[in-house]
């Protein structure tokens, strides 16, 4: 399959799927930015990328808090969030 018909697969599966799973779930409608989000972060999937296992386990961020942190570094993209606070 085609990298183009593939995300227009996706795409519509989403929206016939997963958002109105979504809104059902949360009593409210997706805008199109949480709709972008969601898009996003189903088509990178950033959690494979994430270090799942470690012998060093003493340094860094521990393995359950990596995931949500790799979301939410694609969820500050996503919404122009400054990279820090001033």
């Known amino acids: ?6 995300i227009s697969w996706l795409k519509g599966t989403l929206q016939r799927g997963l958002f ?3 809104e059902e ?6 805008t199109d930015k949480e ?7 189903e088509l990178v ?5 994430v270090l799942r296992r470690a012998d060093n386990q003493w340094l ?3 393995l359950p ?6 979301r939410s570094f694609v969820a500050k993209s ?3 969030f400054p990279l820090q606070a001033d």
């Open 20 to 22: 109105p799973n979504l």
């Open 35 to 41: 709709q972008q989000l969601v898009c996003i972060l």
């Open 60 to 62: 860094g961020r521990k």
């Open 78 to 80: 996503v919404y122009a």
């Open 65 to 70: 808090g990596r995931e949500p942190i790799a």
């Open 1 to 6: 399959m085609k990298l183009g018909k593939a």
């Open 45 to 49: 999937q950033v959690e494979g990328f």
């Open 25 to 30: 779930c949360w009593n409210t409608t997706l």
